[in-house]
């Protein structure tokens, strides 16, 4: 099982705002290391979503917004679009593993 | 724009070595901002990081504690690439591969930004 949690699925309508949580421990969130989240599309390699908490790559819409409190961090999708239909993962450091660990991933579902 | 390129076989027989390559064009295996790991990704163990190799004055290296006894990762430098050796595969070993780079952002932080298209390869007799 991850290190990192997180729901297996959530959906929503057009429009709609969602949101993806991601609970870790005091060995990785917990510890202050930083959270990013990539987006899977089916058969191709996730891609850089929002790095350090809460920043954008460029290129990425300001729909994307992330935060981080304690030992959660979330992703926010606002104005939902059917082409946000996809498999999202958080991913940070663990020191007690010595490790970079990844969430277990949720797919977003637009209805 | 950086681009990472992967190589190598698709199907490996269980106990022998999974030897995979990735070439790096648009930046350097040298650069000392930067890492390059091996990531993989199976449904039943969801996305897995392997390890890092990179490059601070010195080679350095680290690996994951599940494959630290039969897994190496080398820089290439003359052909600005690195590899992935992981010894003694079993099925379980069967995955989808990644290379990936992690670079530093003005904001503090190193996060993964470019990733190799991922290389099915299957452990099987």
């Known amino acids: 099982q991850s290190v990192l949690t997180q729901p297996p699925s959530v959906s929503g309508a057009p429009g709609q705002r969602v949101t993806i949580s991601c609970t870790g421990g005091s060995s990785n969130i917990g510890a202050g290391f930083d959270v990013h989240w990539f987006r899977q599309l089916p058969g191709t390699a996730p891609k850089l979503l929002i790095y350090g908490n809460n920043n954008r790559p460029s290129g990425v819409p300001d729909r994307f917004s992330g935060s981080k409190s304690g030992t959660s961090a979330s992703l926010a999708i606002t104005g939902l679009q059917v082409e946000d239909e996809a498999d999202y993962y958080c991913?940070?450091?663990?020191?007690?593993?010595?490790?970079?660990?990844f969430g277990s991933g949720t797919k977003v579902t637009v209805l | 724009h950086v681009q990472l390129q992967q190589s190598g076989p698709g199907l490996v027989k269980p106990s022998q070595t999974l030897s995979l390559t990735c070439a790096i064009s648009?930046?350097?295996?040298?650069?000392?901002?930067?890492?390059w790991h091996w990531i993989r990704q199976s449904p039943s163990r969801g996305l897995e990081w392997l390890g890092r190799t990179y490059y601070r004055s010195e080679w350095k290296d680290d690996y994951a504690v599940s494959v630290k006894s039969r897994i190496s990762i080398s820089p290439d430098t003359s052909k600005n690439q690195f590899s992935l050796q992981l010894n003694s595969v079993t099925p379980e070993d069967t995955a989808v591969y990644y290379c990936?780079?992690?670079?530093?952002?003005?904001?503090?932080?190193?996060?993964?930004?470019?990733w190799g298209q991922g290389a099915l390869v299957t452990v099987s007799s």
């Open positions: 990936a780079r992690t670079s530093y952002y003005d904001s503090g932080t190193y996060a993964i930004n470019y």
């Open positions: 991913q940070t450091y663990d020191v007690s593993l010595s490790a970079y660990v």
């Open positions: 648009g930046d350097s295996v040298s650069n000392n901002n930067a890492a």
